[in-house]
């Protein structure tokens, strides 16, 4: 795999991922109203940012071990906002096209560092998206495995 493409893989996953679970583990210490579905929504997301940073040591310690890293870019492929459940993950840099219905409209989202959404029982509207950055990630890393 191509050196640069490396680096880029390793800082979305482990610097993401750092700033990721620092913002969790900040946002729940701060957080003023403490309810059960917000400690179980930050808790799986923190787990999920502490994973995308064993992924990249991983990675950086294996190069050929890419299945860790394939995942974490995976999981954060899905952008969705309904009454039942909002999800959207990012680390490292996020690129997202979302449309959402009622009424029918489009948002687009660029974050650098990391970014998350995971609210069960929300009062969002329904909506669909991607995570352009994910896929290319995962792109490059399945277009230039060694």
Do not use: C
């Not at 191509?2 to 946002?27: E, N, P, Y």
């Not at 190069?63 to 492929?77: D, G, N, T, W």
């Not at 998350?116 to 896929?135: H, K, R």
Request: zero cysteines; a positive charge; glycine letters at 6%.
């Amino acid at each position: 795999m191509k050196a640069i493409i490396r680096k880029i893989l390793l800082a979305t996953s482990i610097a993401g991922g750092s700033i990721g679970s620092i913002m969790v583990a900040a946002d729940t210490m701060i957080s003023r109203e403490l309810t059960f579905n917000k400690v179980i929504g930050n808790s799986l997301v923190f787990a999920f940012f502490v994973y995308s940073v064993y992924a990249g040591i991983k990675f950086l310690r294996f190069p050929s071990s890419i299945k860790h890293l394939e995942r974490v870019f995976i999981a954060q492929i899905p952008w969705i906002t309904s009454p039942i459940l909002s999800f959207k993950l990012a680390t490292g840099v996020g690129a997202s096209f979302l449309l959402i219905y009622p009424p029918f409209s489009d948002t687009y989202r660029l974050s650098i560092g990391a970014e998350y959404s995971l609210s069960p029982l929300s009062e969002q509207t329904w909506g669909i998206g991607v995570n352009l950055a994910a896929i290319s990630f995962l792109a490059l890393i399945r277009l230039y495995k060694e």
